[in-house]
């Protein structure tokens, strides 16, 4: 090895990770699971970087026993002893350290939290059921867009409930009703687990305000629960969060998974042995939720309490910021040729959208945005698969504040951009995801782009010299003097492709 690549080799810093400080962590202590997720940095869009969990079952029956059991607490000490090596490994510069239901209610709870601490060098913070409610709540509210519903975080030991619009964060309740607690409780017996979550939920104000809005699904056995919905309808995608069920369909999905052989079940594999027996315990919960509260949908979040605490200590106007743009802002940042030409991109293709007068709506336009920061992540690629594997990294990128239509319109837009207009080479399945609307505008956006990287070669200050617009019945692209020696057969082919997708007539202006 030369002198020159063994120094390159040996560089400390990493060009594939933000400039966000030091990362920061959660270790979340719950009922079931002990987790620890590490993120690149605290940012409106945060990025894990490592996330670990093991199923240590802290929360089994404590509600007959009123204790934690001593192995649990074992394998719980056990695991904190190892996530503060690799928090140290990491170079974390904040670790939160949180413990819930099972630690909260059992009698040698603040003797666990004791060893607890030790073993893991960090103060811990018991958390009420009712602030639970709210930073899975504020998790909720920093994954999507607009969110308005009712959140329900179910755990092991206790499930949160608590209303949701926009950035606010209304009325909450905590109930035993866990899936480790519900075995507790019902004597491992699914007929009697449906009469205790039955009259808990009688009295749960949340579920009052729930008819007619989406219901936010927080935890691991609902994650599992949506993972089997996903593999019994053929999916086309295995992203976790803003996965949708309708009401209906999951009401029925719900009562066959209660009758079913779990082994029998596709994607059962994927579920570990030990949250399987907790899957019917789960399904019950989410059906009586759905027949008390009538909500239109059942949303996946694959955020909570966890990303709930990174977003509290976010200033006001990061927390206003959009997490879509903002982490497709990051991925033009890490990824493009010139950052500034993919933001330019947005100026210039909304000219073009406002002059078609295609009556392009708020999130349309978001989407557009995103769509045009992201534009430029593939070009490290082979030509051949450039539209290929930017496809895959945005379908599958883990993206927040976005549904799967939209994923799936970025998705196209970027391989439209480098594979042609051809709506027959796109995918099937994203096709499929994305409404005939969206791949018309993911097309069109496409075009657009496929005119501007022929001019500016990707680089910045070249595009706010140039205009793209729409004028009577002709599509113009209209280039300064200096700029004329381009308008050759390779550009003027792009703009046939755009006319005739746009059925107008093409034409080049100079001057």
Request: glycine share 10%.
């Amino acid at each position: 090895m030369d002198i020159a690549t063994e120094k390159l080799l040996l560089r400390d810093d990493a060009p594939g990770r933000l400039k966000v400080g030091r990362p920061v962590a959660i270790i979340d202590i719950g009922s079931n699971s002990v987790r620890l997720v590490a993120y690149e940095g605290l940012t409106r869009a945060p990025t894990p970087i490592y996330n670990e969990k093991v199923l240590c079952g802290l929360g089994r029956n404590v509600i007959s026993t009123g204790r934690l059991d001593e192995e649990a607490i074992g394998r719980a000490l056990k695991a904190l002893a190892r996530f503060r090596i690799l928090c140290a490994t990491i170079r974390v510069g904040d670790v939160r350290v949180l413990a819930t239901a099972a630690a909260r209610d059992a009698e040698n709870g603040p003797e666990f939290l004791a060893r607890a601490e030790e073993a893991i060098g960090q103060p811990i913070e018991l958390l009420s059921g009712a602030r639970e409610a709210e930073l899975s709540a504020t998790g909720v509210i920093s994954g999507f867009h607009k969110a308005d519903g009712i959140v329900g975080d179910l755990g092991g030991g206790s499930l949160e409930l608590v209303d949701v619009s926009g950035q606010n964060v209304g009325t909450s309740v905590s109930l035993r009703l866990g899936g480790l607690a519900l075995q507790d409780l019902s004597d491992n017996s699914p007929r009697k687990a449906r009469k205790i979550v039955r009259e808990a939920l009688e009295g749960a104000a949340p579920l009052a305000a729930l008819k007619g809005r989406a219901f936010y699904a927080v935890g691991g056995t609902w994650r599992a629960l949506a993972r089997l919905h996903m593999a019994e309808r053929n999916y086309p995608l295995r992203v976790m969060h803003d996965y949708r069920i309708d009401s209906q369909d999951g009401l029925a999905f719900l009562e066959l998974l209660e009758k079913a052989d779990p082994a029998n079940l596709k994607e059962i594999d994927a579920i570990s042995a030990a949250r399987r027996p907790l899957i019917k315990y789960g399904a019950i919960v989410l059906e009586e939720i759905i027949r008390a509260g009538s909500p239109t949908t059942i949303v996946t979040s694959a955020l909570g309490v966890r990303e709930g605490v990174l977003h509290e200590r976010l200033d006001d106007e990061l927390k206003a910021a959009d997490p879509l743009i903002t982490a497709a802002a990051d991925f033009n940042l890490l990824r493009s040729r010139s950052p500034g030409h993919c933001i330019e991109l947005i100026a210039w293709t909304d000219v073009l959208f406002r002059t078609l007068e295609i009556a392009e709506t708020e999130d349309e336009q978001r989407l557009r945005h995103a769509a045009c920061l992201l534009a430029d992540i593939g070009w490290r690629a082979h030509p051949d698969y450039r539209g290929e594997q930017s496809l895959n990294i945005i379908a599958n990128g883990a993206f927040v504040g976005i549904d799967h239509p939209g994923r799936a319109y970025l998705a196209l837009a970027n391989f439209f951009r480098h594979e042609g207009l051809s709506i027959e080479r796109a995918s099937l399945s994203l096709k499929s995801l994305a409404t005939p609307r969206l791949v018309d505008l993911a097309r069109m956006h496409a075009g657009a782009l496929r005119v501007a990287y022929p001019i500016s070669v990707a680089m910045e200050g070249v595009l706010p010299r140039t205009a793209l617009f729409a004028r009577n019945d002709r599509i113009v692209l209209g280039l300064p003097e200096d700029m004329a020696p381009l308008a050759g057969e390779r550009l003027m082919g792009r703009m046939r492709q755009l006319g005739k997708l746009l059925s107008r007539e093409p034409r080049i202006q100079i001057g």
